[in-house]
């Protein structure tokens, strides 16, 4: 989906390059009946939610999604999956019963906000996604977290300062904090776990 937010073209590249076809589209019709979906971003949570509405495109990811359509968020479209943010005001998609809080890191920790660089998430349930064995490193670049009610949407989490959600998951929805697009090899091997999902 194009937003207008952040470099889409290096995702559509990755994908392209595992052998997968991807259409980059802000028609509502056209994401209502995509075999798979990906949601990108980069910025803001509230400019994130007001580009979706703009284009038509809320209602229409919130249709594909309820039609079992496999959807990924990457970042920000990570977050946009959830109830809503501290760092604004607007409603996110709702469809991982989560919020995103801003790091509050421990007294005396030598980490910074935001966190930016490579880190190998811990997975704490199976998933389609990323596994064990693969030992993945991804890249972070990120100020704010989910915090989800129900943790079994939690699928891996990282460590900055303390533990939060890296990937997480409901249904055939899909949410990762990092960048797959920037990760190498081991973005590469998520794509294409992900292309290989069917619809419901």
């Not at 100020?143 to 997480?168: I, K, M, W």
Request: glycine share 12%.
């Amino acid at each position: 989906m194009d937003l207008g937010l952040g470099n889409v073209g290096s995702v559509l590249n990755m994908v392209r390059r595992i052998g997968g076809t991807a259409r980059l589209s802000h028609d509502p019709d056209a994401v209502r009946t995509a075999p798979r979906l990906l949601l990108p971003g980069v910025g803001a949570f509230d400019h994130g939610v007001h580009a979706l509405r703009q284009r038509g495109l809320f209602d229409a990811v919130l249709d594909a999604a309820r039609a079992g359509t496999p959807l990924l968020g990457l970042c920000l479209g990570m977050q946009l999956l959830t109830r809503r943010s501290e760092e604004g005001v607007e409603e996110g998609l709702g469809l991982i019963d989560a919020e995103c809080r801003r790091f509050t890191l421990p007294p005396g920790s030598a980490a910074r906000v935001p966190h930016v660089g490579w880190n190998e998430p811990t997975i704490v349930r199976e998933n389609p996604l990323i596994a064990a064995a693969d030992a993945a490193r991804f890249y972070f670049t990120h100020s704010y977290h989910l915090v989800c009610r129900n943790q079994e949407d939690v699928l891996a989490t990282a460590h900055y300062g303390y533990a939060f959600p890296a990937v997480v998951g409901a249904g055939r929805v899909f949410g990762v904090q990092f960048h797959p697009e920037k990760s190498h090899r081991f973005g590469m091997t998520l794509f294409r776990r992900f292309l290989d999902l069917a619809a419901a």
